[in-house]
């Protein structure tokens, strides 16, 4: 059933991200910047917030619905949302070396692997 639960949120979290993200760029009438992704990641930040803030004070969210929002829906949203509240999570708890570490391996690692990605696809389209 959780297995069902992450898909279905990940099917509506990757159609809205789509929408969304296309639409704020349209608005913004250009394409230096993108403005839709950073509007996806704000807002699935705010929201896995507000949730997870709800789910820990007042324990509204079992743990199928937190699959269901977390892992699929915002999941499906942006990724950088569970990123930013796993990491303030570890700074909450003290772990300030651990959200650091986080933020700089997701970062070098990341963006890194596009790199090679892209290098690496080069060296095969010219082979």
């Known amino acids: 059933m ?9 099917f509506v979290g990757s159609v809205t991200r789509y929408l969304l993200s296309r639409s704020v760029q349209d608005w913004a009438g250009g394409h230096w910047f993108p403005w839709g992704t950073l509007t996806v990641n704000v807002i699935g930040c705010l929201v ?12 509204l969210l079992g743990p199928n619905t937190r699959a269901l929002l977390f892992v699929g829906l915002l999941g499906g949203f942006t990724t950088f949302s569970a990123f930013g509240n796993e990491t303030v999570g570890l700074w909450r708890d003290g772990h ?6 986080n933020v700089a391996l997701q970062l070098v690692l990341g963006l890194g692997a596009v790199w090679v990605g892209l290098r690496v696809a ?6």
């Open 48 to 59: 896995i917030g507000l949730l997870a803030g709800l789910s820990e004070h007042r324990d």
């Open 2 to 10: 959780t297995i069902l639960l992450v898909g279905l949120g990940g």
């Open 96 to 101: 300030s070396a651990q959200a650091a570490g």
């Open 122 to 127: 080069r060296a095969l389209w010219e082979t």
